[in-house]
């Protein structure tokens, strides 16, 4: 990992953990009552996640972990309560926080502008499929390609094998660093920032000639776009060809 990367996560972690602390030391002076003192926090930690154009899940996030947090401290909760949500959490997400690839899901319009983009009769590789929504578009706008997905997750391995059953498309549960990408002629991500640089050096060791990258949201340090499509969000789809 370069400087760059080290900076941009400390910067990340400390900006996060500003809107919180910051938060709570603004509504701790709120005495009237409990409850209005932990809404007020929950609300504040919203509202400046907002103000800083975080993404939705994030606004989510600062404004559930106020409220989470009093719960708990409501409540007696047994340990091995924790335990079965630590569990729940690695069904679902596997190592990907590890391997700084966590389940992310791309929405509705990032699909249209994919399928508009990809040629006719591509084999179409979608690099950790999450829940497979890409794939089941693609299915029903674009007929004319072949399609697969890989979660190493196994609760989204699960729900996508079972959603594409009866379906063309074929899904693996099988780390996207594992899969040869010389068998696709478009590979599409959505990891995080991280990984994006080796996300590179095997596209450009695995790849045919003419084949495609697409990324959304993340794109590659040093190695610009060959096109950039934007969805209704003003989110960026980046495209290379190899």
Request: aromatic residues 18%; hydrophobic residues 50%.
């Amino acid at each position: 990992m370069n400087v760059k990367n080290v900076t941009q996560r400390i910067l990340f972690i400390v900006l996060h953990l500003g809107i919180q602390l910051f938060s709570f030391w603004i509504t701790r002076y709120i005495t009237i009552n409990t409850y209005l003192q932990v809404f007020s926090y929950a609300a504040l930690s919203a509202l400046i996640a907002t103000l800083l154009h975080r993404a939705w899940w994030w606004i989510a996030l600062h404004g559930s972990l106020p409220l989470l947090g009093y719960l708990l401290l409501s409540f007696d909760i047994p340990s091995y309560v924790y335990l079965i949500l630590f569990l729940i959490l690695i069904i679902f997400f596997g190592t990907g926080s590890l391997r700084r690839a966590p389940l992310f899901l791309s929405g509705h319009s990032a699909w249209e502008k994919v399928a508009e983009f990809i040629p006719t009769e591509a084999h179409v590789l979608d690099a950790g499929c999450g829940f497979a929504g890409l794939l089941h578009y693609l299915f029903m706008h674009r007929p004319d390609l072949k399609l697969a997905g890989s979660d190493l997750a196994w609760m989204p391995y699960l729900i996508s094998y079972f959603r594409s059953y009866n379906t063309s498309i074929q899904i693996y549960h099988k780390d996207l660093w594992q899969l040869n990408w010389a068998n696709y002629d478009v590979i599409f991500v959505f990891l995080s920032p991280d990984p994006m640089q080796k996300v590179w050096e095997k596209f450009q060791a695995e790849m045919k000639p003419e084949s495609w990258l697409i990324s959304y949201h993340f794109s590659i340090d040093n190695h610009p776009p060959s096109f950039t499509m934007m969805t209704k969000e003003n989110h960026s789809i980046y495209c290379w060809k190899r």
